[in-house]
């Protein structure tokens, strides 16, 4: 198969990987690895990481596609879903596993494993599928591991400008079933967006800090047993 005929069904997946080349071309391993190294030299296929290449430019597509099953959330969701106007150099992945982080032209490339790994959506382009998180798993992928949204103002910005539904926030919150999430979650939709869902759970009588960047509060809201 000529080079530039492999190249045109290379780029009908958003990441590639040498065994699909092997695939595609009916070849063995090293003609396949010879053959990128070419289309690489050339600049016509670019190097992700070990065995990860494409041909594409849409760093979601390319992110999202890297590790299977994966998808963005965090800061970088919030960034690419225009709720944050902060530049965002790091593409931030909620995956299953512990992967080590890369660098990919201008971006770093990090890998946060999740226990609760659902609550996603995928966007159709010309390039390829994205995979991004629903807007109510973002604001409890934010809740779960605050330090990956920069700070607590960001957190709330999100609570401001993302549009959820009641019913599919409840559910989340509940196949989570983390007290501290759901109370931070709980009293944040209340205040921001007039939700009220708390006879909708059982809160045990602990009482959390609201912004999870601080140990300073100066008051208690008793419904949702949070100190603010």
């Not at 140990?215 to 949070?226: F, L, S």
């Amino acid at each position: 198969m000529k080079a530039m005929e492999l190249l045109e069904k290379l780029k009908t997946k958003p990441v590639f990987k040498v065994q699909d080349v092997e695939r595609i071309a009916y070849s063995d391993r090293s003609y396949a690895r010879l053959t990128l190294n070419r289309l690489k030299k050339r600049g016509l296929v670019k190097k992700i990481r070990k065995n990860a290449y494409t041909t594409k430019d849409n760093i979601l597509v390319i992110t999202s596609n890297i590790i299977y099953p994966s998808y963005i959330s965090f800061w970088s969701a919030s960034y690419f879903l225009g709720y944050t106007e902060q530049i965002v150099n790091t593409m931030q992945i909620a995956t299953t596993r512990r992967i080590k982080p890369i660098k990919f032209e201008k971006y770093e490339i990090r890998f946060i494993p999740l226990r609760h790994f659902f609550g996603y959506k995928k966007i159709r382009t010309n390039e390829g599928e994205i995979f991004i998180a629903e807007d109510e798993k973002l604001l409890i992928d934010a809740l779960l591991k605050p330090k990956e949204c920069g700070n607590f103002d960001e957190i709330e910005k999100m609570f401001e400008d993302t549009k959820i539904s009641e019913k599919k926030i409840m559910e989340y919150l509940k196949k989570i079933n983390k007290q501290v999430v759901i109370k931070r979650v709980g009293f944040l939709l209340e205040k921001i967006k007039a939700i009220d869902i708390s006879d909708r759970f059982k809160l045990d009588r602990n009482y959390v800090i609201l912004n999870p960047f601080s140990k300073q509060w100066q008051t208690i809201n008793n419904k949702w047993r949070v100190k603010i």
